[in-house]
């Protein structure tokens, strides 16, 4: 049974930092991995889904890699600003499955 | 383009009664799913369908209904609410994987309900 985790589960840092949030999963069959972003009551926004067969997908500040040999996956978010606090989610879709296993996430806060 | 619409955004409900939450999609995606987020516990699948006229269970389906009877709208139903599905609701939707797209899940806004 895929296993999701996501460490650590909430982060405080000073706006500008350049930050690292991990995920890891337990079974590396897995189809794709998206990264989600989530703010106070409303839903979650994906920022980028990685392929089995790729190693990292950026967009802008955003750069996510996956290395499914040792199930894992880490987002990186470049010269953080107050602007990201949220909550980061990953997701796993495992290979022969319809269902999106989720990480219970990473609370950020960037601090001005 | 309203994306995934889901309504009501808000409802209390006793023990005991019914309800149905309706989830909308314009973007003709063939996927849809039904999620609950429960603090501490992230979110977990309740059902999900990969077409018009078919459903199928998730994680957690018990006490849930689904159908599906037209491609663009997916309805989740309650048939004798308890407390213990106080929650907040997740409607998803996204292509289907052959079709060699993108394929991310767009979420509604969610529906927290309460059980009294």
């Known amino acids: 049974k895929q296993e999701v985790t996501q460490i650590p589960a909430a982060l405080s840092v000073p706006e500008g930092e350049n930050l690292v949030l991990n995920c890891s999963f337990t079974?590396?069959?897995?189809?794709?991995l998206q990264w989600f972003r989530q703010d106070p009551g409303k839903g979650l926004t994906s920022l980028l889904l990685?392929?089995?067969?790729?190693r990292e997908q950026t967009s802008g500040r955003l750069n996510a890699s996956l290395d499914k040999s040792s199930g894992r996956s880490t987002l990186y978010i470049a010269a953080s600003q107050p602007g990201d606090s949220a909550t980061y989610l990953c997701?796993?879709?495992?290979?022969?499955?319809?269902?999106?296993?989720f990480g219970t996430g990473t609370r950020l806060k960037v601090l001005a | 383009n309203a994306g995934v619409t889901q309504t009501p955004k808000f409802r209390v409900l006793k023990t005991g009664q019914s309800m149905t939450l309706l989830c909308a999609q314009d973007?003709?995606?063939?996927?849809m799913y039904w999620y609950r987020q429960d603090p501490g516990m992230g979110l977990r699948l309740i059902h999900y369908?990969?077409?018009?006229?078919?459903?199928a269970k998730g994680e957690v389906p018990d006490g849930y209904n689904v159908s599906r009877l037209k491609k663009q709208n997916f309805l989740l139903g309650l048939e004798s609410a308890a407390p213990s599905q106080t929650s907040v609701y997740f409607c998803?939707?996204?292509?289907?994987?052959?079709?060699?797209?993108?394929?991310?899940?767009?979420f509604g806004d969610g529906t927290r309900l309460s059980i009294l």
């Open positions: 998803a939707s996204s292509y289907a994987w052959d079709r060699g797209l993108d394929q991310p899940q767009h």
């Open positions: 369908s990969v077409g018009e006229g078919t459903t």
């Open positions: 997701a796993v879709l495992t290979s022969g499955t319809y269902k999106y296993i």
């Open positions: 079974d590396s069959a897995i189809y794709n």
């Open positions: 990685i392929q089995s067969s790729q």
């Open positions: 973007m003709n995606h063939e996927y």
